[in-house]
């Protein structure tokens, strides 16, 4: 299967996010968001969050087979929870598809977001509820 392919395809498509804010910030915002990423962006905060990104992907899992790449013709179906977890948090970046959805999650481990492309509403609704759960945000650009 020609994964790169697949993901080249994906990356087309509409997508939403899972971040750690409820919505995105406006441009010219008069905020500290630079401050405030660089200080998310900690070694020790982005371990917290990669877990948090490891938990919605396995809580996913429960509803739909994911087939996760983590580098060029490097391919899981279904990877034990805790393979999953050590890649997100120490691989960059994860490819994760959703099988029966036909959607594509990819998570880095320098974001604090992860983007998932072509999302149905199904889709959105449990990612909505699980994010939430993880006290994450889902919503569009």
């Known amino acids: ?22 919505k995105q910030v ?19 905060r982005m371990a917290k969050l990669s877990e948090k990104f490891a938990n919605v992907l396995l809580k996913l899992n429960c509803y ?5 790449g983590i580098a060029e013709g490097e391919w899981t179906l279904n990877p034990a929870p805790a393979l999953l977890h050590e890649w997100l948090c120490h691989r960059r970046p994860v490819y994760v598809l959703l099988k029966g959805a036909d959607a594509m999650i990819v998570a880095d ?18 990612l909505r509820q699980i ?6 945000f889902l919503w569009k650009p």
Do not use: C, H
């Open 64 to 68: 739909d087979d994911i087939d996760v």
């Open 131 to 136: 994010a939430s759960s993880e006290g994450l």
């Open 109 to 126: 481990r320098d974001d604090t977001y992860m983007t998932i492309y072509n999302p149905d509403d199904d889709t959105l609704s449990i």
């Open 1 to 22: 299967m020609d994964y790169s392919n697949i993901i080249d395809q994906y990356l087309e498509k509409p997508y939403w996010v899972v971040d750690i804010l409820p």
């Open 26 to 44: 406006p441009k010219g915002s008069r905020g500290q968001y630079f401050r405030v990423e660089e200080y998310f962006r900690t070694e020790s």
